[in-house]
């Protein structure tokens, strides 16, 4: 049969739009979300002001000391490895299995089989004997398993179940995800302040979070945590987002009230530029009360406890916890943590 030219054209040109609509698609899934008992969400694409995304940017190993693989050395046996104190650290549900191990096997080929830390799961509930045994069976290195304490992962008494339920109800009206449920507000506020106090964690320095069903593409032939100690960093990051206004409005607020009462913890070297900028999204830090919400994207984070645990940063969860904006709002710990380290962290401590 024959098509005449300008049938042929548009036939060609409405592949070609079907094509692009596909690609985007594919280009806009992501690898996962730090989200507790609900499905896993994706980073949106956001904008660049020069236009391009530097996470397309071909990188190799980061100036500064660096500690390479050696068999011998990181033998997961080996008494006298010169393995950081540290751990890979996950919270993760018994459903989960699957989406764990996958994780695991990605960063296991590209990373720990050559290192061996040891891998730190947390759960609300007891984990089953699958989830150990299948778990353990895809390292060599040692795999513990941590229940988290009821004190750690209950709604604090001083939360109004009323107000929490009415609060829920604006926050959906603005779509906010996960307002309603109670359990994502609770990760978030474990992720936020109470990790790093299981007396699991009591004498480990360093972890590096991973979520289930993420991926890990690189090989990585130095040790990260040694990186990170021996070249003084405190935290490390891959991506930079900016937040949902409507899920944190009294945030900031809550945070000007905490330095007008401490304005010797703020750090010389801080980041108040970037954590107040409102140049890129004016109307997020309208929103947001005078916070550009700009934040490190926690599903992966390279940390030093030490941080948590300071006195700046305790008193501050502490100011936040009381406010009751976890529960209230939907603070994450994404921004608490951004705006803690933007504040009372050296910034050139902080590595992408």
């Not at 300008?6 to 594919?26: D, E, N, T």
């Not at 061996?116 to 089953?128: D, L």
């Not at 913890?265 to 309208?286: C, E, G, Q, S, V």
Request: hydrophobic residues 35%.
């Amino acid at each position: 049969m024959v098509v005449a030219r300008p049938l042929r054209a548009a036939l060609v040109f409405g592949a070609l739009v079907a094509i692009i609509f596909v690609f985007s698609q594919f280009r806009e899934t992501g690898v996962g979300s730090g989200r507790w008992s609900f499905g896993r969400e994706t980073p949106p694409i956001r904008e660049h002001a020069d236009g391009v995304d530097p996470n397309w940017d071909l990188t190799g190993e980061p100036a500064g000391t660096l500690t390479h693989y050696d068999a011998e050395a990181y033998a997961p046996d080996n008494p006298n490895s010169p393995r950081a104190n540290a751990t890979l650290l996950a919270l993760v549900r018994n459903e989960e299995l699957e989406e764990m191990l996958s994780s695991m096997r990605d960063l296991e080929r590209t990373w720990n089989s050559k290192f061996n830390y040891p891998w730190t799961f947390f759960n609300n509930v007891p984990f089953t004997a699958e989830f150990k045994r299948k778990t353990q069976a895809e390292t060599k290195a040692k795999c513990n398993y941590e229940l988290i304490p009821e004190k750690h992962w209950e709604i604090p008494s001083w939360i109004d179940q009323n107000l929490f339920d009415e609060s829920a109800k604006i926050l959906k009206e603005n779509e906010v995800q996960y307002a309603d449920m109670a359990s994502y507000h609770q990760m978030c506020r474990w992720n936020s302040g109470m990790f790093y106090k299981h007396p699991a964690l009591q004498h480990t320095r360093w972890y590096w979070r991973v979520e289930p069903k993420v991926h890990f593409f690189c090989d990585v032939d130095y040790d990260v945590f040694r990186y990170m100690e021996d070249n003084n960093k405190t935290y490390g990051f891959t991506i930079n987002l900016f937040d949902y206004p409507y899920s944190i409005p009294t945030l900031w607020p809550e945070t000007q009230k905490f330095l007008a009462a401490h304005p010797d913890y703020l750090h010389k070297n801080n980041a108040m530029d970037w954590l107040t900028d409102d140049k890129r999204r004016p109307d997020y830090n309208k929103k947001a009360n005078g916070y550009s919400t700009c934040h490190f994207w926690s599903n992966f984070e390279i940390g030093d406890m030490s941080f948590w645990r300071s006195k700046e940063y305790e008193e501050y969860f502490q100011h936040l916890d009381r406010a009751g904006g976890f529960f209230y709002e939907r603070w994450g710990d994404a921004p608490v943590h951004s705006i803690a380290l933007g504040l009372f962290s050296d910034k050139s401590k902080i590595h992408w």
